[in-house]
């Protein structure tokens, strides 16, 4: 079988950076990556054999680890049916049924294929009912690759040192306002100059794009206030919170209602699928019911529909939350601990299954703050975890997601892993 290095080889001369989505090429924190020949639990084995911890999940979806056997079979059970129809399936209605049940804010929903179609979808929707162009995002707040949003972007775009992508039109860019995270007085300035412009506001409710940054006690609560006076448009993008940080996403954690939501990653249960809803009065817009245009040829997918159900059965289960929250609180005392222990400047973040990594001293709340964490400690720490078998989000901007699947012996492993890695650069 090929190497790791041998694949990078051949998919570097073939695909740009050798990867179909920049983060996975490890170029921010050097070395090559890894391949993937199977993943289990909370496992990924490599093409060369060696098993890694995995802390990012596919960057979310896997919150029960990787191939369920519930979630699998499911997808065999509806393979043998056909790949994809192009009419409506009934696991279709299941899943609205099921959305719509578990998410209050949502009265209708539209399936579609990646989260960054559900954003895309959600602001056509805001511009469409509002009459209004503007839309305001957070700096290092990442709502995928539509034009709109690669303004002050995070995750890759941050990683990368692009947050503002060459190819976004200036007509396009100068409609997308932003503001910084967390800073309520710059968002009620900014409302008091353009906020009968403004059709919408997109966040993440939990920011995981740049690092793990929680809300303040009252933001997003202080945002919906903002919106519902200025008639714009609240859109939490719950592409990763949602089922993640509790089974009703961070609106039920908070407890803030928004207009629209946006889904991705745990609704499809590992294959291509987002989802965006919301108020009725909105959702009834969209077409064929309403004038706003957005379609998709594979959208509803029954094999996809078949392990986004699967998978949100799952989550169900009671007691499902509170334990996955109490393990990685479990995981982020430990790594606090063997900082701490080591005189390392560290701090943690963590909502439910999601947390963020920090080298620095401070709690970390903002923008800024994260982007002065120290990246070049980051890097090391991450090789330093991977050479022991932990594979943690190869960037310095993304959150980390712990599932299910990960054991005592798990977390165990990585605390062992991670006051050896520390004591090494501490003492190198
Ligand atoms: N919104 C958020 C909050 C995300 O984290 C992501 C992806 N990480 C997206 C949108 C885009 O989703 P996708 O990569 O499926 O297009």
Request: with cysteine.
């Amino acid at each position: 079988m090929s190497s790791n290095h041998e694949l990078f080889q051949r998919a570097q001369a073939l695909m740009p950076g050798g990867v179909n989505s920049p983060v996975r090429a490890f170029k921010s924190v050097g070395g090559e990556p890894f391949f993937t020949a199977r993943a289990d639990g909370a496992y990924l084995w490599d093409v060369e054999g060696t098993r890694y911890i995995d802390y990012v999940g596919s960057w979310g979806p896997m919150i029960v680890g990787h191939n369920h056997p519930h979630v699998r079979e499911a997808v065999e059970r509806a393979v043998k049916n056909g790949l994809s129809f192009g009419t409506p399936c009934p696991a279709e209605v299941t899943m609205a049924e099921t959305i719509t049940r578990l998410i209050p804010s949502v009265d209708m929903v539209r399936m579609v294929n990646s989260g960054t179609e559900a954003t895309m979808s959600a602001i056509r929707l805001a511009r469409g009912a509002t009459g209004r162009n503007k839309i305001v995002k957070f700096e290092g707040c990442y709502h995928g690759h539509g034009d709109s949003f690669l303004v002050k972007a995070g995750s890759g775009a941050l990683t990368f040192g692009v947050p503002t992508s060459p190819g976004v039109p200036k007509a396009n860019a100068d409609l997308t306002l932003t503001l910084p995270y967390n800073d309520l007085d710059a968002a009620k300035a900014l409302f008091a100059e353009h906020g009968t412009d403004i059709a919408g506001l997109i966040i993440e409710p939990v920011a995981g794009n740049m690092n793990c940054i929680l809300p303040n006690d009252g933001y997003l609560q202080a945002l919906r206030t903002l919106c519902t006076q200025y008639g714009a448009l609240l859109i939490f993008d719950e592409v990763m919170t949602g089922f993640r940080v509790a089974l009703g996403g961070a609106q039920a954690h908070y407890g803030v209602t928004p207009d629209l939501t946006t889904f991705g990653k745990i609704i499809g249960g590992g294959m291509p699928v987002g989802a965006y809803g919301g108020r009725r009065d909105l959702m009834e817009q969209i077409a064929p019911s309403g004038p706003i245009y957005q379609a998709g040829t594979l959208s509803g997918n029954p094999v996809a529909m078949a392990a986004g159900l699967a998978m949100l059965e799952l989550i169900q289960a009671p007691g499902f939350y509170d334990q996955l929250a109490s393990r990685t609180r479990l995981l982020t005392d430990g790594l606090q601990a063997v900082a701490d222990g080591e005189g390392i400047a560290f701090s943690t973040n963590r909502v439910g299954g999601m947390f963020g990594l920090f080298f620095t001293a401070d709690k970390v709340t903002s923008y800024t703050q994260a982007t002065k964490a120290d990246t070049a400690m980051f890097n090391r720490y991450f090789h330093g975890m991977l050479q022991r078998g932990v594979y943690l989000a190869p960037s310095a901007f993304e959150a980390g997601f712990l599932s299910s699947a990960h054991s005592d012996d798990d977390l165990a492993l990585t605390l062992q892993a991670s006051r050896e890695v520390l004591r090494a650069m501490r003492t190198a």
